[in-house]
């Protein structure tokens, strides 16, 4: 991976860039306090950045990988013109094997997959190139329609609770959950977003405070352990997040605290909206028990900043999402429509829309 200069002026919106036939990639482990693009050169790369969080957040995962397959197809090809698919074969394990929750990584991947299937003679890499942007391009116009649909939940002014960062960083462009806020924003319904600091990787307080910031829309951030008292105090009506995978009972997995959240909400009155894309939905698992949960290294807990701040000797569990039950979730909020107190029979038939 190499951190390159790229003449474009860097937004959340363009965290994924394919340019000038490479891709480049916004490094969201050293924002806000510096915006660099590496470039990846191979899907060995891509598989690299999104294990080591230069990428994160499902949908930009599932993107990225798209565009690992193609820099793969290409030195496949370039190798072997004969055999390019048999010589794809490790790679696309590698990026398979980058992180396991984010059902949308292997949704991409099996997509490219198809496509490579239908490929005849030639080179593969237009075809390929064309699959994984539409595949970007459509993430958006996602975004843009759960913008619209979560917005018209949100009745009068109010104030809400967002967690990790779900924003145009961790999506194609504007955001799952935080697409919801800034089409509420945009319609004069947010008076203040409450985004959780989310430890360890802060991606609350660099991300979508960052993100929010720049839209000069109103953010406050909030230790992960304040969520619940700033519940208590009134004035919130909706906490808004968004999701790695959802299950066909409309179980909810997240980032670690969500879960948190939705109990305390349960208790304070305050809606959970989840805003996901259909990728994000896996109709093959019955429950959020069968959800396989990413546990990285206890050294992320086990420091901050880059000091340590666990007692010398101490051990840390470090699981980085959480799944919470259907039955605290109000409403799933997709591209195709909205699922009110989600159930397996309700997740079936937006399915089948
Ligand atoms: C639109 S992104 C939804 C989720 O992917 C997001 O909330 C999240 O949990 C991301 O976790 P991360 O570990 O930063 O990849």
Redesign the pocket.
Known sequence: MEALPLRIRPTADQAIVWANDRLYLLDQRILPNETVYIELQSATDTARAIRDMVV????AIGITAAFGVVLAARASYRAAPDNWRDRMTEELQRLADSRPT?VNLFWALERMQRVMGGIGDGNPEPRLLQEAQLIHREDVAANRAMGEHGASLIGSKTSVITH???GAL??GGY???LGVIRSAHAAGRIEMVYADETRP?L?GSRLTAWELAQDRIPVTLLTDGAAASRMAQGGIDWII????RIAANGDVA??IGTYNLALAARYHGVKVMVAAPTSTIDMTLKSGTAIPIESRDPHEVLHCGGQRVGAPGVAAWNP??DVTPAALVDAIVTEKGIVLSPDRQKMAELMAL
């Open positions: 994160r957040g499902a949908p984010a990790c960062n779900a961790a999506t955001g799952t959950a990787w991606q997040v968004g999701s790695d997240n980032k980085v999402f």
